[in-house]
């Protein structure tokens, strides 16, 4: 199960909690768009709370990323657990997505 928490609205920052995966990913990204078109702006996503994702939580983060991109915006992925920030790295995404500690 995975917790989405808006921490903030401009600019954009989501708490994470739990696992993001194939069952609950459309979701995911269903609430973070809804919010994004409210008011487009940088997101960024505090995942020291979350335990778990998947390849296709990977390519709903590369969906979000590229609309901000698109739009002039950025996105962040703060706190990310050393296996979580390694799917990142494998897949080379920490070379295009902002990762911070």
């Known amino acids: 199960m995975q917790e989405l928490t808006i921490l903030s609205r401009n600019p954009l920052n989501f708490g994470l909690s739990g696992e993001i995966d194939s069952r609950n990913a459309d979701?995911?990204?269903s609430e973070v768009e809804e919010e994004y078109?409210?008011?487009p702006?940088?997101?960024t996503f505090e995942c020291n709370k979350l335990e778990f994702i998947d390849s296709t939580t990977l390519g709903t983060f590369v969906k979000l990323?590229?609309?901000a991109e698109a739009d002039g915006h950025?996105?962040?992925l703060r706190g990310l657990r050393?296996?979580?920030r390694k799917l990142f790295v494998i897949c080379a995404l920490d070379t295009v997505m902002e990762?911070?500690?």
Do not use: G
């Open 27 to 29: 979701e995911f990204y």
């Open 37 to 39: 078109r409210k008011a």
């Open 41 to 43: 702006s940088d997101l």
């Open 65 to 67: 990323w590229k609309q």
């Open 74 to 76: 950025r996105m962040v």
């Open 82 to 84: 050393p296996r979580l």
């Open 99 to 101: 990762i911070e500690e």
